[in-house]
């Protein structure tokens, strides 16, 4: 009787992961996420099938901006995989190498989450040793991802040159592979890169053929990121109108979705069209949206730019808010996360505000974005 009853508990728990993946692969991750906590909840710590639920809730909590919980749950899946690589059972070696590969996959998880809290630092150390286990047992899907998450990293320490030749590496990787997922989320790297650097037709084609090949693919994720970069692209081409736009679908999609990590950031870009084009009041709504966002994610580099809208918004409205305070905290954060390109954003700012000059974007190698308030900060 107890077997029949273990057997119907498996049989169901496999159920809930079977629902769950299908829903997270269709980008519904809310409904996903429920369902990977059921199912976590009626597995046995010593059960097998607990590490590949760990994974896959670990995966959903860090896209949906549960960066904390992912960490947790991520730390528990290498705790489990480092356990069985040490007591793996006779006679079964090749289950020593797949925990130490889920392991080495957790802890490029486990990369990303603290990537999004701004410990970029962390994040490289892992990600190189992740990359250099793959390399040894020739794992090519590793390789490439690993790639894929180095580069965005070093978007996050404000490399963008390196940034830019990982991205390309990445997605050499990800073509011979036949991965076109993985193509498609290089090329939105490559967008978001170059829009950093200065490159904003390189930036908008990039994002481009990004759209066209998630649409292939009716990825959801992926058609939003590509259209909020397109959007981005064209407002740093000072396309408002049609920047906006795009933006606006972007939003949409993302909400649907239920992504507040890069709705934030399309809430702030949307925030920073605004404040360019003079709607002053919808500029503060949109500001306000996003620091809500990124104060659910405890996303301080977000949060570093919403500083600078706030401040940028105060000095043309004439308003009464401390405008030097704000530039002021948006720095201090810039420093102590050791965020480059957000760093050098502050200091000219700060520049205009004082009349004075600043070489700090030659110094990293990308382009000013203006030498007036607003700066159209990309």
């Known amino acids: 009787m107890r077997a029949d009853s273990d057997s119907d508990s498996k049989r169901a728990v496999s159920a809930l992961i079977f629902?769950?993946?299908?829903?997270?692969?269709?980008?519904?991750?809310?409904?996903?996420?429920?369902?990977?906590?059921?199912?976590?909840?009626?597995?046995?710590?010593?059960?097998?099938?607990?590490l590949t639920c760990l994974m896959s809730l670990a995966d959903t909590e860090r896209i949906m901006g549960a960066f904390n919980d992912a960490i947790k749950h991520y730390s528990e899946a290498i705790a489990i995989c480092q356990r069985r690589c040490a007591h793996p059972p006779l006679g079964h070696p090749t289950r020593r190498r797949r925990y130490e590969k889920e392991a080495v996959d957790a802890e490029i998880g486990l990369a990303l989450a603290k990537r999004a809290l701004g410990l970029w630092k962390e994040a490289l150390v892992s990600i190189a040793k992740a990359k250099q286990h793959y390399i040894d047992t020739g794992d090519k899907a590793g390789c490439a991802f690993s790639r894929w998450a180095e580069a965005g990293t070093l978007?996050?320490?404000?490399?963008?040159?390196?940034?830019i030749e990982?991205?390309?590496?990445?997605?050499?990787?990800?073509?011979?592979?036949?991965?076109?997922?993985?193509?498609?989320?290089s090329l939105c790297g490559l967008g978001g890169a170059h829009r950093i650097e200065g490159s904003y037709e390189a930036s908008f084609d990039y994002?481009?053929?990004?759209n066209r090949l998630f649409s292939s693919l009716n990825d959801r994720f992926g058609i939003a990121y590509s259209y909020c970069g397109m959007g981005n692209a064209l407002r740093m081409k000072n396309i408002y109108k049609e920047g906006e736009d795009y933006l606006i679908k972007a939003l949409s999609l993302y909400n649907k979705i239920g992504d507040i990590v890069s709705s934030a950031y399309t809430l702030w870009s949307l925030g920073i069209l605004y404040t360019v084009t003079g709607r002053y009041d919808m500029a503060d709504s949109f500001f306000d949206k996003a620091q809500q966002r990124f104060t659910t994610t405890s996303d301080v580099r977000g949060t570093v730019y919403v500083l600078l809208g706030r401040c940028q918004l105060g000095c043309l409205s004439n308003n009464s808010a401390d405008n030097a305070g704000l530039l002021d905290e948006a720095l201090r954060y810039a420093k102590q996360y050791d965020f480059a390109?957000?760093?050098c954003h502050c200091l000219k700012v700060s520049a205009i505000l004082n009349g004075v000059t600043t070489d700090c974007y030659q110094q990293i190698g990308i382009t000013s974005p203006g030498e007036a308030l607003p700066l159209n900060i990309p």
């Open 19 to 50: 629902q769950a993946d299908r829903l997270a692969q269709e980008a519904k991750y809310q409904e996903a996420y429920k369902l990977y906590k059921r199912a976590l909840q009626r597995i046995k710590v010593s059960s097998p099938e607990r």
């Open 155 to 163: 978007r996050i320490k404000g490399d963008i040159g390196g940034c």
């Open 166 to 185: 990982g991205f390309k590496q990445a997605m050499e990787l990800f073509t011979r592979s036949g991965d076109n997922s993985g193509v498609g989320y």
């Open 207 to 210: 994002y481009s053929r990004a």
């Open 341 to 343: 390109v957000e760093r």
